[in-house]
């Protein structure tokens, strides 16, 4: 069973920083991709960024430029760094990742950009 634990939300200030964590338990973790998702109310969930087992990254156009994703193999650990954060990026942020029709959701955390 695979368990996915975010944790590194909370509110900033607009332009602050916030550096995202999701611990994966219960998986081999290296050879697959790992995603970052976000929920703002009202709106559909919306991906956010993406890891191969590779490396290789994606952003969605609202983040390229403000947003890194990076993994740890060994710590089984994927990261999202946000900069220069706005307003509109508060939402609650998903770590997802899947084993050919399954997916995996974390629970979420929660990022509040307000002044």
């Known amino acids: 069973q695979v368990q996915l634990v975010e944790s590194g939300g909370g509110r900033v200030q607009p332009g602050g920083s916030l550096r995202l964590s999701c611990a994966a338990s219960?998986?081999?973790?290296?050879?697959?991709?790992m995603d970052w998702y976000r929920q703002a109310p009202g709106k559909q969930r919306e991906l956010v960024a993406s890891i191969s087992s590779g490396r290789d990254t994606d952003y969605a156009d609202s983040v390229k430029g403000r947003c890194t994703i990076s993994r740890d193999n060994v710590k089984k650990t994927v990261y999202l760094q946000m900069n220069s954060l706005k307003p509109e990026d508060t939402a609650v942020y998903y770590c997802h990742t899947a084993r050919g029709l399954d997916e995996y959701w974390g629970q979420g955390t929660q990022v509040t950009v307000s002044s």
């Open positions: 219960g998986t081999i973790f290296s050879i697959y991709t």
